[in-house]
T-cell receptor
Framework: KQEVTQIPAALSVPEGENLVLNCSFTDSAIYNLQWFRQDPGKGLTSLLLIQSSQREQTSGRLNASLDKSSGRSTLYIAASQPGDSATYLCAVQSGGSYIPTFGRGTSLIVHP | NAGVMQNPRHLVRRRGQEARLRCSPMKGHSHVYWYRQLPEEGLKFMVYLQKENIIDESGMPKERFSAEFPKEGPSILRIQQVVRGDSAAYFC???????????FGPGTRLTVL
């Protein structure tokens, strides 16, 4: 059974810092890994999708890497801003029917 | 270019009533996933559907819960005889194909009195 863990559970940083969020998974036989952000009371917004054959994806100030063999992904946020404050979730798709498994998220606060 | 639509956004039911949650996927998407999110818990997979087919319902309780995705119209998650423990946010997501990027709707917040 696939399990996804995100560390840290919560993070508070001053504006302008570069930061790294971690995601690990137990079964390396994945199809893809996707990072999302969720604002309070809202749905999930897709940030980046990395296919299993890829090593990283970039979008603006975000960079996500994938090391499938070690079961790890990192989300790097450069020059953090207060608007980045949200919960960040990672999800992997694996198994015969592509079932997504989510981590419990990292709650990020960027203070001015 | 509408994204994933869910309605209602908020639903209040009394114990024993039925709840029907609707999800319209993004245009062109034929794959729909339903999830449940409880406070202080993660997002839990419930069911994965393609048009007219249930692909995997391993995360859905065997009793009282059902889901469908008809050839025409939205996907429906139906909860019969709701109990207080069913109170949660229910999200659906759609994708173009298997193992493709998922796009989420805004969710339906169900409150059972």
């Amino acid at each position: 059974k696939q399990e996804v863990t995100q560390i840290p559970a919560a993070l508070s940083v001053p504006e302008g810092e570069n930061l790294v969020l971690n995601c690990s998974f137990t079964d390396s036989a994945i199809y893809n890994l996707q990072w999302f952000r969720q604002d309070p009371g809202k749905g999930l917004t897709s940030l980046l999708l990395i296919q299993s054959s890829q090593r990283e994806q970039t979008s603006g100030r975000l960079n996500a890497s994938l090391d499938k063999s070690s079961g790890r992904s990192t989300l790097y946020i450069a020059a953090s801003q207060p608007g980045d404050s949200a919960t960040y979730l990672c999800a992997v798709q694996s198994g015969g029917s592509y079932i997504p498994t989510f981590g419990r998220g990292t709650s990020l606060i960027v203070h001015p | 270019n509408a994204g994933v639509m869910q309605n209602p956004r908020h639903l209040v039911r009394r114990r024993g009533q039925e709840a029907r949650l609707r999800c319209s996927p993004m245009k062109g998407h034929s794959h729909v996933y339903w999830y449940r999110q409880l406070p202080e818990e993660g997002l839990k997979f419930m069911v994965y559907l393609q048009k007219e087919n249930i692909i995997d319902e391993s995360g859905m309780p065997k009793e009282r819960f059902s889901a469908e995705f008809p050839k025409e119209g939205p996907s429906i998650l139906r909860i019969q005889q709701v109990v207080r423990g069913d109170s949660a946010a229910y999200f659906c997501a759609s994708s173009l194909k298997d193992a493709h990027e998922q796009f989420f709707g805004p969710g339906t917040r169900l409150t059972v009195l």
